[in-house]
């Protein structure tokens, strides 16, 4: 799968529906996330996340309510974000009896290719190291490296 | 890193089939573009444009052994590039231990006020 970047996952040693809530919930966001969430948490639904002194606009895609949520963000400004222009986050949650949730989240990438120069080296000045979103296969050295 | 040498990486990487290619050298050592040819559903002339981009952002280069032009993996290029994976894995890593934290937490004073409630 092409773009395919970054896919994670924790035990938590809660019921999914405190687990859900954690995740979704904007004054909750602003403490593992960013530092100011304004989301609205609804399919469709544009919001905005600041990181210190950087901020950048999220649009929701997906709330099926305690199982998933995800919403794509890194889209050039003033442009509806899509596959192709954007990254995608996915929260996936999966209950493992009533006290104990695993949570997992896969953050894909966008095809630069197609981008003009300028959105590319705009891109690349804003995120840094975000190129690697597309060494895929290179995800697969690192999950064989690292435990979890 | 500069941003011009992001770029350069990024348009080298982003294509699936310079990846294949990328692949091939990664598990195979130093390598010939006739023995990559043989290996790839694409023509021999591709396998050569891929390995021009490929030299071009530093990720590949190549030597002469014999009569033999042989492609291998820029270790250190592809070395700079897994750390900024990890770099990002950790991140997420470190966001997911955070909710971990948050939701355990929540969940212990939930159970306390129905003990105390009971």
């Not at chain 1, 938590?12 to 948490?41: C, G, H, K, N, Y």
């Not at chain 2, 950790?90 to 909710?99: E, N, P």
């Amino acid at each position: 799968m092409p773009g395919l970047v970054i896919d994670r996952d924790v035990l938590i040693e809660a019921p999914v529906e405190v687990v859900w809530r954690t995740v979704t919930e904007p004054d909750q966001m602003s403490q593992w996330f960013a530092d100011r969430v304004e989301l609205v948490v609804a399919p469709g639904a544009h919001g905005y996340m600041q990181f210190g002194d950087q901020g950048g606009p999220v649009v929701v895609e997906t709330v099926d309510p305690p199982a998933r949520f995800s919403f794509r963000w890194n889209h050039p400004d003033g442009e509806e974000p899509v596959a192709g222009n954007s990254m995608l986050v996915e929260f996936t949650l999966t209950p493992l009896g009533d006290e104990r949730t695993r949570l997992r989240v896969v953050e894909s990438g966008h095809e630069l290719r197609d981008w003009p120069d300028a959105e590319k080296e705009r891109y690349a000045d804003e995120h840094g190291n975000g190129w690697v979103e597309f060494l895929d296969r290179l995800a697969g050295v690192l999950a064989e490296s690292q435990p979890g | 890193m500069t941003a011009q040498a992001d770029d350069e990486l990024w348009s080298a990487i982003a294509d699936p089939s310079r990846r294949r290619v990328l692949d091939l050298l990664i598990n195979n050592g130093a390598v010939s573009a006739s023995w990559l040819g043989r290996q790839v559903p694409f023509t021999r002339q591709a396998v050569s444009k891929h390995l021009v981009v490929l030299e071009d952002a530093g990720l590949v280069s190549r030597r002469k052994q014999g009569r033999e032009v042989l492609y291998q993996v820029e270790a250190d290029r592809l070395d700079q590039a897994t750390r900024a994976l990890a770099d990002l894995a950790a991140q997420w890593d470190r966001r997911l231990g955070a909710i971990k934290r948050l939701a355990e937490a929540a969940h212990a004073a939930n159970k306390k006020r129905k003990e105390e409630m009971s």
